[in-house]
């Protein structure tokens, strides 16, 4: 089984953007040294939600300071950019990092994000579409052209040129729409689960897809899907539900906060207001527990990755860095993560 770290470098309040940009590189560089096989990287815009607005650019600086560890997108938001622009950031990338780039896309999700970029988000479904198709296309194609109903390339060759051949790995994100996970199987690439999907339901959409690549004659084994949790080992289970509680609650209640706007965002605000101006009941504790995460003692979380490879997920990935929790206790549940979980999938 591979295992991945993924962080959406989450910016609490009272915290610090550079100090926290510090502790995700020393994350990895740790992630490294424990034998994980990848490191993603969300893409947020205008929140404290995440501060990786350039997932790229974070993923190569971090490329120079590692040697081995694959770096991921999850995920690019390509209506929010230029194709050849994210083709050549891309490829460049790749070519900084000799061949460990990942590249997940998806549509995202956040209305205030697409008004920030002054983009009409009902258009979303036909730019992401031939947004990859142009980036793809541009990788492997030499003095290429495209006169499309979003974007034209005029004989373009790219430089750099990435190193993996014919390019780099492609995921595609999908959740709820049909449109989109249709797409993602008329591709050939894998599928790639978020945080987002309570276990079942993810479950259930792998389960969909591999049946749906399979009828598409791409065969598509559910055992190239990254599968993301939040995540969180400890000594006890007691310590564990502590540990996690405060990062958790905070990281879902942005989540509700963030649908909430259109336009603008909630950076400047206040999230306790917000709660009392809504008569805020957090997401209960318990659900998330029992239904969105793997976490408890090295014992519990082995048994939890295990079903999850009885059905299929050879590929999961380790939310440790969810809601601002502690430097310290992400490089302390890795660590015991690497001592006590992972000699059970070797």
């Not at 034998?35 to 607005?53: K, M």
């Not at 690549?213 to 080992?233: A, L």
């Not at 649908?259 to 999230?271: D, K, Q």
């Amino acid at each position: 089984m591979k295992f991945a770290l993924f962080s959406h470098i989450a910016w609490p309040e009272g915290t610090n953007q550079r100090q926290i940009i510090e502790q995700t590189t020393e994350e990895v560089q740790h992630g490294e040294s424990l034998g994980f096989h990848s490191a993603w990287f969300a893409e947020h815009h205008f929140s404290r939600y995440g501060i990786g607005s350039s997932s790229l650019m974070i993923a190569g600086a971090i490329a120079v300071q590692t040697k081995t560890i694959r770096l991921g997108t999850a995920v690019l938001v390509p209506p929010l950019h230029n194709p050849i622009r994210l083709a050549e950031d891309t490829a460049t990338v790749d070519l900084i990092s000799n061949g460990r780039l990942d590249v997940g896309f998806g549509r995202g999700s956040a209305a205030y994000e697409y008004t920030g970029y002054d983009i009409d988000q009902s258009a979303s479904q036909g730019m992401f579409r031939e947004s990859i198709n142009t980036i793809q296309a541009l990788w492997t194609t030499p003095d290429y052209s495209h006169d499309g109903r979003h974007y034209s390339v005029n004989h373009a060759t790219l430089v750099p040129s990435p190193v993996q051949r014919p390019h780099p790995p492609i995921y595609i994100a999908a959740t709820r729409t049909q449109a989109t996970l249709e797409f993602v199987v008329s591709t050939g690439h894998p599928l790639i689960i978020g945080v987002v999907l309570n276990t079942a339901d993810a479950l259930d959409l792998c389960r969909l897809f591999v049946t749906m690549s399979k009828e598409s004659g791409h065969n598509v084994p559910m055992s190239d899907i990254p599968f993301f949790r939040y995540f969180y080992v400890a000594e006890t289970e007691e310590q564990a539900r502590i540990d996690a509680k405060v990062a958790l609650d905070w990281n879902l209640d942005m989540i509700g906060w963030r649908r909430t706007f259109t336009e603008g965002s909630e950076v400047g605000l206040n999230l306790a207001d917000w709660r009392g101006a809504v008569n805020y009941t957090p997401p209960d504790f318990e659900h998330l527990y029992n239904q969105r995460v793997v976490m408890g003692t090295p014992g519990q979380v082995v048994a939890q990755i295990k079903d999850l490879q009885a059905q299929g997920i050879e590929y999961f990935g380790c939310n440790f860095a969810f809601g601002g929790m502690p430097h310290d206790k992400i490089m302390r549940s890795m660590e015991l993560f690497s001592k006590e979980v992972m000699p059970h999938f070797s």
